[in-house]
């Protein structure tokens, strides 16, 4: 809307990743918009339980696969990672809970770090706004892109109601046409005749000429019942 309002107005989008994973801003999202491309980081949500002296992941980065990061984690076991005493893995269908023990003593927030570093709990994903255009690809950016989808919803509108309106004309002068058979009984009775002796053909010819309507819908009050 405020870009309909004003043409200059430069939109700045951060995304919103359908896997709840959190999105690392680092001031470069005005560039991607501005551009069309560039990169940005995501990482995991991951809950230090200092009771249980455990990490509990539960999110995980956009595309990542949970039993990758297990396989990861289990491989830096036999060489980074032997303070771990255990992983327990409850995820459900739709969330994420994986549970990392460590040994006592062991400092979480710097095991957390060593995770985002060592393992998919934290990505880099691209963004490249290429888009097939008269048949070519070009790059577009968010501003661009939105004027094309504004522009083609003003199109389609546009279409729609032109439609509703060339309908609606024609069923006034429909409406118009049979307002003027009805209020003159010698005309209608004279259409009756007419279709009962099959001049039908000449009727709507007749008809579509006299009150500017198509054949199609001098054919629909021809097919009307009179009671």
């Not at 009805?182 to 004279?190: G, K, P, R, T, V």
Request: proline share 3%.
């Amino acid at each position: 809307i405020e870009l309909i309002k004003n043409p200059k107005y430069e939109p700045v989008l951060i995304p919103d990743m359908p896997s709840d994973c959190i999105i690392i801003d680092e001031g470069q999202f005005p560039d991607i918009c501005r551009n069309g491309e560039g990169t940005f980081k995501m990482r995991a949500e991951i809950r230090i339980d200092k009771e249980d002296n455990a990490l509990v992941v539960e999110s995980l980065p956009y595309k990542v696969a949970l039993d990758s990061v297990k396989e990861k984690i289990v491989s830096l076991t036999k060489t980074e990672l032997p303070n771990i005493v255990h992983m327990f893995d409850s995820s459900g269908k739709y969330t994420v809970e994986l549970k990392i023990t460590f040994k006592h003593g062991t400092d979480l927030e710097a095991m957390k770090n060593f995770l985002y570093k060592k393992t998919e709990l934290e990505t880099t994903f691209g963004v490249n706004m290429k888009y097939v255009d008269n048949y070519k690809i070009a790059l577009f950016n968010l501003k661009e892109v939105m004027h094309v989808w504004i522009n083609n919803r003003r199109i389609v509108k546009r279409k729609y109601i032109i439609k509703k309106f060339v309908t609606a004309q024609g069923r006034i002068s429909v409406l118009n046409a049979l307002i003027d058979i009805c209020s003159d009984e010698n005309l209608a009775n004279n259409i009756i005749q007419k279709i009962r002796k099959s001049e039908r053909s000449t009727l709507v010819q007749s008809l579509a000429k006299k009150y500017d309507i198509g054949e199609m819908q001098a054919n629909g009050i021809l097919n009307m019942k009179v009671s």
